[in-house]
T-cell receptor
Framework: AQKITQTQPGMFVQEKEAVTLDCTYD???????LFWYKQPSSGEMIFLIY??????QNATEGRYSLNFQKARKSANLVISASQLGDSAMYFC????????????FGSGTRLQVQP | GAGVSQSPSNKVTEKGKDVELRCDPI?????LYWYRQSLGQGLEFLIY????????KSGLPSDRFSAERTGGSVSTLTIQRTQQEDSAVYLC?????????????FGPGTRLTVT
């Protein structure tokens, strides 16, 4: 069963506007972590933001925030004030704290920021 | 400090040949992961090393794939009798196991092409 679902293969956003990238997950582990990574065309994987399942507040890192809705099992990434350099693939990932410690990734969303 | 390094950056090999891919993790990181990314896809977990524990090999796609980690540092992923479907980018990541996020830092990857 797919554990991380990203339903938006591609998204467009105008420069300086905000954009939300969707991510839903499935786990029976009560303790887990959710991650977002950015992969520009150069191929490197860049860590953006982390949310723990027991964190009371939504994570924020600069222009990135994570809209964590635990009951709905969603962990959407919000990018505010989009910049041209934000154009990239974005991957949502989950790590369960029991069992496998590696990340399970979604299929990604390609974001294109338009001037 | 130095990040995760991988070599070679590109490898072209003929079907049936063996290849070795190398990963040098961040100094002090005890956890090391190998992932595979096929064209336009998300990352697929292959194998996970943590300290002196037995590795989690549950993601290896066949017995042609093996990996070792010497001295708790450098890791080598070996693919025997390569097939065209092995063509992908192979990414290595490392993480500390202190703190709560276990954030993984990725190397630049090795692009493997099997002809």
């Amino acid at each position: 069963a797919q554990k991380i679902t990203q339903t938006q293969p591609g998204m467009f956003v105008q420069e300086k506007e905000a954009v939300t990238l969707d991510c839903t997950y499935d786990t029976s582990d009560p303790s887990y972590g959710l991650f977002w990574y950015k992969q520009p065309s150069s191929g490197e994987m860049i860590f953006l933001i982390y949310q723990g399942s027991y964190d009371q507040q939504n994570a924020t890192e600069g222009r990135y925030s994570l809209n964590f809705q635990k009951a709905r099992k969603s962990a959407n990434l919000v990018i505010s004030a989009s910049q041209l350099g934000d154009s990239a693939m974005y991957f949502c990932a989950m790590r369960e704290h029991t069992g496998r410690r590696a990340l399970t990734f979604g299929s990604g969303t390609r974001l294109q920021v338009q001037p | 400090g130095a990040g995760v390094s991988q070599s070679p950056s590109n490898k072209v090999t003929e079907k049936g040949k063996d290849v070795e891919l190398r990963c040098d993790p961040i100094s002090g990181h005890t956890a090391l992961y190998w992932y595979r990314q096929s064209l336009g896809q998300g990352l697929e977990f292959l194998i996970y090393f943590q300290g002196n524990s037995a590795p989690d090999k549950s993601g290896l796609p066949s017995d042609r794939f093996s990996a070792e980690r010497t001295g708790g540092s450098v890791s080598t992923l070996t693919i025997q009798r390569t097939q065209q479907e092995d063509s992908a980018v192979y990414l290595c990541a490392s993480s500390s196991v202190s703190g709560s996020s276990y954030e993984q830092y990725f190397g630049p990857g090795t692009r493997l092409t099997v002809t």
